[in-house]
């Protein structure tokens, strides 16, 4: 298998094309071929053990869209105009905690890893949460999940631009009563699940109002 042959110049044209699109045009749809390549790239993303703490609701339900609006300030011209709207959910402690069913059942029957090799890893994977990381409350359990769906985030955004989609990450949502409407409208079990971020995808309406702006490029790296 080869990975591919574009250039360093091209994957770095492909990030200044990447913004975060305020509006989209509402006219112009991604093919199903599309969002599912971009949604490939998330399922392909790392994870921590590789135990996918994510799962991703893609919102196309007008109404459903409608009822995210007033919860979500961040999103409300992305909901109108973007073709295709995502939430990044995230693992609550029931499922990522060490001894969880969720994590045995990963272990098992997606790695099908033999009972010895699960027993060691049940062990490291326990020292890993309660020793190394201080994983010690549901909170920061979320929080340690958050990160690695972040990453399938990143990775999905890059990829979209690669292709010349747009895209748009969204935190600008009220978390308490996000988390109420998904247990009430979408079927989310928010005793297992929590929302970490949106991410519209479309193609933009115009071309970003501003240049990009960064830090100097030395104020962000040190070499020692
Ligand atoms: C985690 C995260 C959350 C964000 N939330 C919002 C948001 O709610 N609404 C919005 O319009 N932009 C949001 N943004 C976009 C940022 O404002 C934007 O990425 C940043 O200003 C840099 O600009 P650029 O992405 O166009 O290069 C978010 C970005 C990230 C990474």
Redesign the pocket.
């Known amino acids: 298998m080869s990975t591919t042959n574009i250039t360093k110049e091209e994957v770095l044209e492909a990030f200044q094309f990447?913004?975060?699109t305020?509006e989209f045009d509402a006219t112009k749809h991604l093919s199903d071929d599309e969002i599912n390549f971009i949604l490939k790239t998330a399922h392909l993303s790392p994870s921590s053990f590789g135990f996918e703490p994510w799962h991703f609701v893609v919102v196309q339900d007008k109404e459903l869209r409608e009822a995210l609006k007033p919860l979500a300030w961040?999103?409300p011209l992305k909901l109108d105009t973007a073709s295709h709207f995502i939430l990044g959910l995230s693992m609550k402690s029931p499922m990522t905690k060490w001894d969880s069913e969720y994590i045995n059942h990963m272990m098992k029957d997606v790695k099908q890893l033999p009972e010895d090799v699960i027993e060691m890893y049940s062990k490291f994977y326990r020292e890993f949460q309660e020793r190394d990381f201080n994983l010690d409350t549901d909170k920061k359990l979320f929080d340690w999940a958050s990160k690695q769906t972040y990453i399938a985030l990143g990775n999905m955004m890059t990829a979209a631009a690669l292709v010349g989609i747009d895209s748009?990450?969204?935190?600008?949502f009220h978390e308490e009563k996000l988390e109420k409407l998904l247990q009430d409208k979408f079927d989310v079990d928010t005793t297992k699940y929590g929302l970490s971020?949106m991410v519209a995808f479309g193609y933009r309406k115009e071309e970003?109002a501003r240049a990009?702006s960064r830090r100097n490029f030395k104020d962000i790296v040190s070499w020692k």
């Open positions: 990447r913004h975060a305020k961040g999103a748009c990450p969204i935190e600008g971020y970003p990009k």
